[in-house]
């Protein structure tokens, strides 16, 4: 691989030798009809393709060739290298800053790209990895099995934490060149305060993002394993409602939210976080399924058998009949293969919000939106008897 560098930058070296030859040969044929700024711009295109095509070293070695060539040749007195016009200095230093910077910039360009080309043949051979290890597996219904968490698990892996991990090395990376110090002249970044706030804005964000996905692996595996633990108490439906709405507010900003409860809902023993989760759930798929300016409805009505029947109504393009139980599976969001215009995610939320709604003893279901457009999710909660509310009050004093 070093011998192999080296070539190539001897190339380079010879490339940026020859470029600068043959424009200065080319420019003094036109004489006394070329100035010193067309000749600075045609070197700083030499500059350019070499710094593009074989790295920063050939290029700032292009660009020292670059600078003795346009004070020789194009900057009076011609045939020396001194200058005597002092704007003809100005001339020179601009002409040596942006040679410079010009083929540091192209340089990190390339770098840049050789590195992403580098992670994506990386992604790639770990992917061939897992595919031949789950090949292996002896019976089809575990392989079968096995290819759908594998594609999940690969969705999740290179969209939901590739990406903000991405985002926030680059906002750091960013950051930091601020304290760097000089090199080959070139200064260090300086940002202006509005862009780091913005910087940091992204690193927040995309650390509260990388935090949800994780909590919400984590609430998975508790409601898998049967441990998640619930505390229940006597509560307000509207309470309930009002949490949900203002946490997805963010979400939800760009429709209008309409609220129909009835005058007179019963309490409802229930683990108010959890259900509250439920409902905010629903919520950010409504906003992320149908069209801005649309209406989201949410419905809390007292059902038969002692339940509260809580709904949220979108105007989005609504869920086929033979998918309405499958989505509530979970990462079959994120294994349905083909469809790249659809908003991304993993699938794990509404599979949470079933094991949530289960774990009180109550359902989750789908049905048509009431003027045969969109879709309307709807979950129940039982109200608990007067018994165990006499038992909660009893706890409550002691």
């Known amino acids: 691989m070093a011998p192999k560098l080296f070539g190539r930058s001897l190339v380079g070296y010879g490339a940026g030798l020859f470029g600068i030859a043959a424009a200065t040969g080319l420019l003094k044929l036109f004489g006394a009809r070329v100035n010193p700024t067309t000749a600075a711009l045609v070197f700083l295109l030499v500059v350019l393709f070499v710094a593009t095509a074989w790295g920063s070293r050939p290029a700032v070695f292009t660009s020292l060739l670059g600078v003795i060539s346009f004070n020789f040749f194009f900057l009076p007195p011609f045939g020396t290298l ?58 089809a219904k575990a392989l079968k099995q096995s290819e759908q968490l594998k594609s999940a698990l690969l969705d999740a892996v290179t969209h939901d934490l590739r990406t903000p991990l991405t985002s926030i090395k680059a906002s750091v990376t960013t950051l930091l060149e601020e304290f760097e110090t000089k090199v080959d002249s070139e200064e260090p970044i300086r940002l202006e305060p509005d862009a780091r706030k913005e910087m940091l804005v992204v690193i927040n964000e995309e650390a509260d993002r990388l935090n949800h996905f994780i909590e919400d692996l984590m609430e998975l595996a508790q409601l898998k394993a049967g441990e998640m633990q619930l505390r229940k108490h006597w509560g307000s439906v509207e309470e309930i409602v009002t949490a949900a709405l203002t946490r997805a507010a963010p979400r939800t900003r760009e429709h209008k939210v309409e609220i129909v409860l009835d005058d007179e809902l019963p309490s409802v023993r229930v683990d108010e976080r959890a259900v509250a989760e439920v409902l905010y759930t629903l919520l950010e798929n409504a906003a992320k399924y149908s069209p801005r300016g649309s209406a989201i409805r949410v419905t809390a009505t007292t059902g038969d058998n002692g339940t509260v029947n809580v709904s949220v109504e979108d105007e989005g393009p609504g869920i086929p009949v033979d998918l309405r139980e499958r989505v509530f599976d979970k990462f079959f969001r994120a294994m349905q293969a083909g469809n790249t215009n659809q908003p991304s995610g993993t699938g794990m939320g509404l599979a949470i919000a079933r094991g949530i709604t289960e774990a009180h003893e109550g359902r989750i279901w789908i049905e048509s939106a009431g003027d045969g457009h969109g879709a309307c999710v709807v979950f129940t909660l039982p109200i608990g008897d007067e018994d165990t509310r006499a038992d909660s009050e009893a706890d409550a004093d002691q």
């Open 82 to 139: 001194r200058i005597s016009d002092p704007d003809n200095w100005i001339a020179f230093i601009a002409f040596i800053i942006t040679a410079l910077t010009a083929g540091r910039l192209s340089a990190r360009a390339e770098r840049r790209a050789g590195e992403a080309e580098i992670a994506r043949a990386e992604i790639e051979r770990v992917y061939r990895e897992l595919q031949e290890t789950f090949e292996r597996a002896s019976e």
